[in-house]
Nanobody, 120 residues
Framework: QVQLVESGGGLVQAGASLRLSCVAS????????MAWFRQSPGKEREFVAA????????PYADSVKGRFTISRDNDMNTAYLEMNRLKPEDTAVYYC?????????????WGQGTQVTVSS
């Protein structure tokens, strides 16, 4: 079965950087899009960024555009989220998700999440 395992979260000060990783297993990684979502207490889960199968299409939420970069390594079965100039409002549990196919569309599988806490 498909498994997604996130890592890289932590506690940082505002302005710092973090890189999240999501290692996928269970099916051919390069055939599926990947995405990052986040959820903070009392709020609904929100889209952060996505990457299509080739890495050529990378939409972002307006709140992270210019600060976060999503990427993927199809040889390593891994998706990344590079987060720069972090703000306290970026505090959330970050989840990676794998798409139904290679395009930017619905997501079938989800990881368990990694906590990111940004102090002011």
């Amino acid at each position: 079965q498909v498994q997604l395992v996130e890592s890289g979260g932590g506690l940082v000060q505002a302005g710092a950087s973090l890189r999240l990783s999501c290692v996928a297993s269970g099916r051919t990684f390069k055939f599926h899009s990947m995405a990052w979502f986040r959820q903070s207490p009392g709020k609904e889960r929100e889209f952060v960024a996505a990457v299509n199968w080739s890495g050529g299409i990378t939409p972002y939420a307006d709140s992270v555009k210019g600060r976060f970069t999503i990427s993927r390594d199809n040889d390593m079965n891994t998706a990344y989220l590079e987060m720069n100039r972090l703000k306290p409002e970026d505090t959330a549990v970050y989840y990676c998700a794998q798409g139904r196919d290679g395009g930017i569309n619905e997501y079938e599988y989800w990881g368990q999440g990694t906590q990111v806490t940004v102090s002011s």
